[in-house]
Nanobody, 124 residues
Framework: QMQLVESGGGLVEAGGSLNLSCAAS????????MGWFRQTPRKEREFVGV???????YYEYFVKGRFTVSRDNAKNTVYLSMNNLKAEDTAVYYC??????????????????WGQGTQVTVSS
């Protein structure tokens, strides 16, 4: 059973940067695609980006060019680097592990394991 623990959230001004980490234990991260999602009280959980087990990365349009997903398999950790943050990026950010296919890598149901989430607040 894989456990995921996110860290690195916090309060940042608009235009600033934050780096989130997601540490995995109980299983080898390299076997999985690692996704990042976010959620606010008003919205369903939405896809942010993914680092697939193949090495390919994909991003939702509203973060493309600003966010980067990377992984360090030796450390069993995946990262979300967020730059040029906007107020609308405020949310709880979750990392997830699974083996989604080409049709559901951007859907929560494509993933089997989830972290507890970390709050990111961007002040305008």
């Amino acid at each position: 059973q894989m456990q995921l623990v996110e860290s690195g959230g916090g309060l940042v001004e608009a235009g600033g940067s934050l780096n989130l980490s997601c540490a995995a234990s109980g299983s080898t991260l390299s076997r999985y695609s690692m996704g990042w999602f976010r959620q606010t009280p008003r919205k369903e959980r939405e896809f942010v980006g993914v680092h697939r087990s193949s090495g390919d990365t994909y991003y939702e349009y509203f973060v493309k060019g600003r966010f980067t997903v990377s992984r360090d398999n030796a450390k069993n950790t995946v990262y979300l680097s967020m730059n040029n943050l906007k107020a609308e990026d405020t949310a709880v950010y979750y990392c997830a592990a699974g083996n989604p296919n080409d049709y559901n890598y951007d859907r929560p149901y494509g993933y089997d394991y989830w972290g507890q989430g970390t709050q990111v607040t961007v002040s305008s």
